[in-house]
């Protein structure tokens, strides 16, 4: 019996060890600020719709947001900011536009917004429709 008892009394000791080697107390702590930092930035969402429009037509985001545009239409679209190689009037100083190639319905195309200023884009397919679009991308700071 007095073997068991030492044994166990032993085995305990062992557990209560190793568990306190589990929490140290100066393990750095995750602040608040912290966790602000690791989240991904703001999406947005525009979706082409079967009326040859974006909805929402016009968008105001903050500077790192993500922009996706999804095909909620039957036809296919596309989310375009140049022609050729040019960029449309409408985009800030230094941006090469962009093109998502056709969207079929249900397909998505992301894009991030780093450069402050004004984003105009069309549909390529539907331009004589007037399916055009603009993203105000915002300094930081001056989101509403």
Partial sequence: MAVVRSFSLWAVAVILVALGGCSEPDSPQVSPDTEALTKEPATI????QDDMTFDPRRVQVPKGAVVEWVNRSDVPHTTTARVGNEPLERLPEGIAGWD???????????????????????CTL??????VGRIEVLPAGEQD
Avoid: C, W
């Fill in 45 to 48: 969402v525009i979706t082409m």
């Fill in 100 to 122: 998502s190639g056709l969207l079929q319905n249900g397909e998505r195309f992301r894009m991030k917004f780093d450069t402050p200023g004004e984003y105009q884009y069309v």
């Fill in 126 to 131: 539907h331009l004589a429709n007037n399916m």
